[in-house]
């Protein structure tokens, strides 16, 4: 009997692996790390441009050459993951090599200019049979059953793009960032090679893995890919340097930021704000949570917060609310926020958060990743794992009361105050800790001004209807320096809110209206 059900157990599992995939052994992130390493000890060289040609299209040539969604890898298969394929062209300067892992091996992707179709003819005909493919989308049925939804989208640079259900494409994120911001020029890495491992016909998971290069940097990637709600990306990545970098930002998010409450209004616009993500927030690692509302300066402005083990941190679209933008077309209430959530001991470092200048909405103008304190010199490894949410809520549970509203105006006109070069900001507090105080509740205000701002005036009060509470400054920068503040609410000594902090330069849309 026991002889019996030995044989009846192997027989089972071997007939149990006839239905697993069998190629997850034949490649893996130890061959992708090993491809990084060997790069890094070799002199860098840049990817090969498409022709020329390509390059020059025009946003609406470019737009034209389209792929067949019925061309899509594992469609025939009826696979829940498809991938559809895109040409370089415009922005997309050079190709990357993809490769597929299926039970069959690791094999190349060939190009097929057929999977494409254009209304310009001469300019289907005009694409090299061997021009590659500058990325590629990833489709789910995560909204509807019976419909591949695009979810994640590798193309361009190291940038990638991710939503979940219900959202439209705002946010991107990138394998990394050098330099970004800094005088001696931003240095841009490329992911040059793909491996998309095929999952099985009804997998809610797919893993994917990179190869990053650039003239300072070449990286190993693994994403761990699960649509949802939210589509949470697991990472695991390691860098090779060959030179020194001043600033390297790990997990790096990249937004848009163009005018919101907290801003004036540019002349001749009607909506009253339009941007991808209205704040930066941190989880640090003592537990404190810090919200800080983005901003378009006038000039680059770059802040960094100090965290020793920070537990996580993203630009968020917390206001949700479709009054708040009135826009048809773009619908910003539905551009998700991005969560990178940490794992294993990340050490002393700082999240950094570059704002630049933009004219309009059609510039990704804010940039944010955690980044070691110190520069780091050529010939280090480094290892990093984390996961990286795209979704209308994303984030974990937070415990202490949000800010929900930041308005920032004049302190010497009516409502504002009577203090010429003051600025009045009023900040909404909700939910959290707040839930289910009535509106006697003793909240004491800690704020303080940095760099020399001074609080001229501040209090509390319950605003009914909307359970919310209000905090209101009266706050005077030093003369040509810029307004810096922090703030948040207490009861009995501890914490009730997250701390609000903001930063806004002399040279300010607000002052310039005195």
Request: charged share 25%.
């Amino acid at each position: 009997m026991l002889v019996f059900y030995k044989r009846f157990l192997v027989v089972s599992l071997a007939a149990v692996c006839c239905f697993l995939p069998t190629f997850a052994a034949a490649f893996g992130f130890a061959d992708v790390q090993e491809k990084a390493r060997e790069l890094a000890s070799q002199d860098y060289k840049a990817p090969q441009p498409v022709p020329e040609f390509l390059q020059k299209l025009s946003y609406d040539e470019f737009r034209s050459i389209r792929f067949n969604p019925e061309e899509s890898l594992w469609r025939d298969a009826g696979s829940k993951f498809q991938v559809m394929l895109m040409s370089p062209g415009l922005y997309f300067k050079h190709a990357v090599k993809i490769n597929i892992i299926d039970a069959e091996g690791v094999h190349d992707l060939a190009f097929n200019k057929n999977f494409f179709s254009t209304d310009d003819e001469n300019l289907r005909k005009r694409l090299p049979a061997d021009l590659g493919y500058a990325g590629f989308k990833l489709t789910f049925p995560i909204n509807q059953a019976d419909l591949q939804d695009q979810f994640l989208v590798f193309a361009g640079a190291s940038y990638f793009r991710g939503v979940g259900k219900g959202d439209r494409f705002g946010i991107s994120a990138r394998g990394a960032a050098l330099d970004t911001g800094l005088m001696s020029g931003e240095e841009f890495p490329d992911f040059v090679e793909f491996w998309l491992e095929r999952p099985s016909k009804n997998s809610g998971q797919m893993k994917i893995y990179g190869l990053l290069n650039s003239p300072r940097l070449a990286g190993a990637y693994e994403f761990v890919v699960n649509p949802g709600d939210s589509t949470v990306l697991d990472v695991r990545a390691t860098l090779f340097t060959r030179d020194r970098i001043e600033l390297v930002g790990v997990a790096p998010l990249t937004s848009m930021f163009y005018y919101g409450e907290n801003t004036a209004r540019p002349a001749g616009n009607w909506r009253p704000e339009v941007h991808d993500s209205d704040g930066l927030l941190i989880h640090n690692g003592t537990g404190e949570w810090l919200w800080n509302p983005l901003n378009n300066p006038k000039s680059l402005h770059i802040q960094s917060f100090y965290v020793d083990n920070a537990k996580g941190f993203g630009l968020v679209q917390r206001d949700r609310a479709f009054a708040s933008y009135e826009d048809t077309e773009a619908l910003y209430e539905q551009r998700p926020s991005t969560w990178v959530t940490s794992k294993g001991d990340w050490g002393e470092g700082r999240v950094v958060l570059v704002e630049i200048p933009t004219p309009d909405e059609t510039n990704d103008n804010i940039v944010a990743f955690w980044s070691p304190r110190e520069p780091v010199a050529g010939g280090e490894e480094m290892h990093f794992s984390y996961s990286l949410a795209f979704g209308a809520d994303p984030l974990p549970s937070q415990t202490p009361g949000r800010a929900v509203n930041s308005f920032l105006g004049r302190g010497d006109i009516m409502g504002g105050g009577d203090e010429k070069g003051a600025y009045r900001i009023v900040v909404d507090f909700d939910g959290g800790a707040l839930e289910g105080l009535n509106d006697e509740a003793p909240l004491a205000i800690d704020a303080s001004g940095q760099a020399g701002t001074e609080i001229l005036e501040h209090y509390v009060s319950y605003v009914p209807g909307v359970d919310r509470w209000r905090l209101s400054l009266l706050a005077k920068p030093a003369d040509g320096k810029a307004l810096a503040l922090r703030a948040a609410l207490s009861l009995d000594g501890e914490p009730v809110t997250e701390t609000w902090t903001y930063t806004l330069l002399s040279n300010n849309d607000i002052r310039d209206a005195q």
